[in-house]
C-alpha cells in the first residue's frame, strides 16, 4: 500500500506543477514536475517488483509487451512531442500557446488513455497482483485531477480554452475530433516531407 500512496502523492505533485506554472516561480516548474515524475515511476516499479504474482496464459504477457510499447510511445509523443518540451516542462511560467493539434485535436487530455492503458499492459507484463488495486486507483486519481484542470486550471491559463473546450471532446473522441487530428497529423507529415 505505501508504493500505491508514493504514486498518489507522485500524482499530486505533477498536478500542482499547473499551479507553480501559473506563479511563475523560477525552479520550482522543473523541480515539480522532476518530483512528481519520480514518486511516480519509483511506486510503478515497486510495485512491478511485487512477489505475489498473477496466474495469466502466456500470450497474455506477449500483448501486454506490445500494449506497453505502443502506450509508452503515444504518452511520449502527447506529453513530449505534441507539446513544446522546453516552454512546457522547463521554463517559468505557462507555455505561450494552446496546442490544438496532433493527438490535442483528437481529445483535450490525451495522455489520460495512453497511461491507462500503459497500466493495464504493466499488469499483464509484471503480473503483479499489486497492480490489480494500483491501476484503478491511479487511473480514477488521472481522470480526476484532468478534470480541475479542464475546469478550474486552464481556463486561466490557456487564452482560448473556452473556445477549445467547445471543439475538442475531453476524454472520449467523436467523428468530428478524429477527422480533426488526422487532418493536423496530415499537416506534419506535409512539413517534414
Not at 68 to 96: E, H, Q
Not at 155 to 162: H, N, Q
Amino acid at each position: 500500500m505505501l508504493y500505491i500512496l508514493t504514486g498518489c502523492a507522485g500524482f499530486l505533485v505533477l498536478h500542482l506543477f499547473d499551479l507553480v506554472s501559473i506563479k511563475r516561480w523560477p525552479l520550482a516548474k522543473p523541480f515539480t514536475w522532476l518530483l512528481g515524475s519520480g514518486l511516480l515511476i519509483y511506486a510503478l516499479v515497486m510495485i512491478s517488483l511485487q512477489p505475489a504474482k498473477l496466474l495469466l496464459p502466456v500470450w497474455s504477457f506477449w500483448f501486454g509487451w506490445f500494449a506497453l510499447a505502443l502506450s509508452w510511445l503515444l504518452l511520449i509523443y502527447s506529453l513530449f512531442l505534441n507539446l513544446p518540451f522546453r516552454r512546457t516542462y522547463l521554463t517559468a511560467g505557462v507555455g505561450d500557446e494552446l496546442v490544438r493539434t496532433g493527438l490535442y485535436a483528437l481529445v483535450r487530455h490525451p495522455g489520460v488513455h495512453w497511461f491507462t492503458v500503459f497500466l493495464f499492459s504493466l499488469v499483464l507484463v509484471t503480473r503483479s497482483s499489486l497492480f490489480i488495486i494500483a491501476a484503478p486507483i491511479f487511473i480514477i486519481i488521472d481522470i480526476a485531477l484532468v478534470i480541475v484542470q479542464d475546469k478550474i486550471i486552464f481556463d486561466g491559463m490557456f487564452p482560448g480554452y473556452a473556445s477549445y473546450r467547445q471543439t475538442t471532446p475531453m476524454l472520449l473522441p467523436n467523428r468530428q475530433s478524429i477527422k480533426a487530428c488526422l487532418g493536423s497529423l496530415r499537416k506534419l507529415e506535409l512539413k517534414a516531407d
